[in-house]
């Protein structure tokens, strides 16, 4: 059975009583986002030109390209390297990382400050080649490209000949040769789209660690680091299984399906080694800098790291080695949970927590509106996900309603 065969549209009921809450959440933040956008940030944010960065950048730009990275983590295990037995998990992980790119442009939207400048980087007259955030804004804008033309044959698979567009009834024919010309042709050239993906991914999700490394004076010694480029890209691809994981498992009890333990499970044998070569880089260098005193020192900085990796880095890697962690659901998905909030953790101690200004008069604490817009970001991605996946074929169809 093919990958195609194996992927169907869940036809359930879409409004559920925790839709309509996340639904609520989500217009909330698309009022904030329209106060931003009319009386500017200083109407709802406490950015200040000492913090012009807050959770808007660490939560929903650093965070969420990271938890995106399932998206050509999975594509390089099973389209690169031939690990077939797990594909009934690559089309989840494309849509997760589809909308979690989206997302992440609508948060950087709301977030910068001229946002009706965004287009700027794609005029060569404009361009900076010396600039990592540039770097970061051309690679993430060419891979969200890239997304979604992966995602076309999924499209084209479910309504080649099922199009049927109530008003303009003349585009039907055409649009339906379209998708079937788009089904049959595009899984002939979709090799060079995924190798795209993946080279674009390991050059963004690495330059976002080295942004911070410009402001060596501006930050705390336990995450400012001459490699930090290459310890964000471990940590994304250590991200990556553990994201598609959480994904799955949380799909498999929103949507009353039996989670896919028999892939899942060998999947997750994957992790300890991702994981403990991001762990085994951190260590080493916190070694080779003789930083680990200011990990002991009693300070807020101390303590914030020292959760970080026990809770985001230890835990989930001890877990992970036991076969008992990985056969179980909960226990999978408590692990894997970890290792992404241990992540998203990392982003903040690095984008927040360990940024300090020279002259700091105040220290950022970021506003309930920015709170509420993040939250209801979050809340607007899940509601997009469960309407594809009712309507199209991603889903693996072996999960049957338990």
Known sequence: MTEHAMAVPL??????????????????????????FLLGLG????????????????????SGVALAAGGFTSAFLIHIIHKEEYHALSRPALLTAMLGYTFVVLGLLVDLGRYYNVWHPILPSMWQGNSALFEVGMCVMTYLTVLYIEFIPIVAEQYRDRVNLPIFKFLNKPLGRLLAFLDTKMGKIMFIFIILGVVLSFMHQSSLGALMVLVKTKMHPLWWSPILALEFLLSAIAVGFPMIIVESLAASRSFKLKPEMSVLAPFARYVPITLGLYLAT??????????????FDGSLESWFFLAEIFFGGILPFILFLQEKVRRSPLLLFIAALLVVLGVVFNRINVYLVAYKPVYLAERYVPTLWEILLTVGLVSGLILIYRFLVIHLPVIHAGRKTS
């Open 43 to 62: 109407a709802v944010t406490n950015l200040n030109t000492q913090y012009p960065w807050g959770i808007w950048i660490a939560i929903d730009v650093a």
């Open 282 to 295: 951190r260590f080493a260098n916190l070694t080779i800098r003789e930083t680990w005193g200011y990990a």
């Open 11 to 36: 036809k359930q009921k879409y409004f559920t009583p925790g839709v309509w809450v996340l639904t609520a959440l989500f217009g909330t933040a698309l009022v904030i986002a329209l106060v931003r």
